[in-house]
Each structure stands twice: as C-alpha cells, then as structure tokens.
Nanobody
Framework: VQLVESGGGAVQVGGSLKLSCTTS?????????ITWFRQVAGKGREGVAC????????LYGAFVKGRFAISTDNTQTTVYLNMYDLEPEDTAVYYC?????????????????????WGRGTQVTVSS
C-alpha cells in the first residue's frame, strides 16, 4: 500500500486548498479507515478528518469548525481534503494515513499508532 499526498502550497488567510491523497493497493470502498493528520512544527501530529467503514459519517478535529471536508472520488482511489477559510494556525504538514484495524472507532480515530501506512506529507502554509 502506498499513499501520496499532493495539493499543498502557500495561501493567504481566508483562502482555500484542496489536498489529495492517492492510494495504491488499498480499497477505499472496502474495509478500513483513511484519515488526514497534520503536524505543526514543533508539535505532535493531530487528527484532522477521518472516513471509516467502522462508523457512519466523517469525523473532524475540534479545530476544524466546519471549514474542512473529507471526500472520496468515484474511482475509490483518491481521498480529498477540501479546506476553506484557512488560518495561520492551519500551517502544517498534512499527512494521510490508512488503518485496517477495527479498533479505529469514534473515540480512537486520532490515535496515531492504529494506522499502519502513512504518506510523506504535503506542506500547507497560510500567511496573513
């Protein structure tokens, strides 16, 4: 399984970006979980958005506040993260990750160790 993120870049406050995570060897339409995480420089990695076959609907980090949306394309090979109304605090490296364990649930979706496969990340920089 491989994950490749793209779509990062530099935007101004209030701008938008659409990140992509292209998968190979993983069936997004089958079992498993795919999640976007981010890591701000000097801080730990945190969950941004999650889509899973283990529960209904998508989950988002509290800081998202309705500004981001996770989605999958019709071919079930690419996961997107649409980000709107970006703030300087959103500056980070964004990663996508896949986890196949059923232990990823509503209360554990942002536990890093539950994810087996990680992409290399894409940098997002928001300037004021």
């Amino acid at each position: 399984v491989q994950l490749v993120e793209s779509g990062g870049g530099a935007v101004q406050v209030g701008g938008s970006l659409k990140l992509s995570c292209t998968t190979s060897g993983f069936d997004l339409g089958g079992d498993g979980t795919i999640t976007w995480f981010r890591q701000v420089a000097g801080k730990g990695r945190e969950g941004v958005a999650c889509s899973s076959k283990n529960f209904a609907g998508a989950l988002y980090g509290a800081f998202v506040k309705g500004r981001f949306a996770i989605s999958t394309d019709n071919t079930q090979t690419t996961v997107y993260l649409n980000m709107y109304d970006l703030e300087p605090e959103d500056t980070a490296v964004y990663y996508c990750a896949v986890g196949t364990t059923p232990r990823i649930r509503v209360t554990t979706w942002n536990w890093l160790y539950l994810y087996e496969i990680w992409g290399r990340g894409t940098q997002v920089t928001v300037s004021s």
